[in-house]
Nanobody, 112 residues
Framework: VQLQASGGGLVQAGGSLRLSCAAS????????RGWYRQAPGKQRELVAV?????SANYADSVKGRFTITRNNPVVYLQMNSLQVEDTAVYYC?????????WGQGTQVTVSS
């Protein structure tokens, strides 16, 4: 499974961005797709995850602001009302038969 993320950039606080993650290769057995982020000096953390049935879960810090959707083979993360604290490298993720796959990361920078 190969994952290609795109859509990051620089935005002012209160603005919006949409990230995309396209999967290629064998899609057999992929159930969970998600987004993680890692800010400088911090550990990578889960942002949002979506199951094959469309059910989604979010980190408390992004609930009500971020929305994850999937239209296989692409997963999207719509980010609204962005805050400076959302600045991080965002990584897309897929779990296939218990193995995690990662995209290359895309930088999101929110300025005040």
């Amino acid at each position: 499974v190969q994952l290609q993320a795109s859509g990051g950039g620089l935005v002012q606080a209160g603005g919006s961005l949409r990230l995309s993650c396209a999967a290629s290769g064998s899609g057999f057995g992929i159930n969970l797709r998600g987004w993680y982020r890692q800010a400088p000096g911090k550990q990578r953390e889960l942002v949002a995850v979506i199951g094959s049935d469309g059910s989604a879960n979010y980190a408390d810090s992004v609930k009500g602001r971020f929305t994850i959707t999937r239209n296989n083979p692409v997963v999207y993360l719509q980010m609204n009302s962005l805050q400076v604290e959302d600045t991080a490298v965002y990584y897309c993720n897929a779990i296939q038969l218990g193995t995690h796959y990662w995209g290359q990361g895309t930088q999101v920078t929110v300025s005040s």
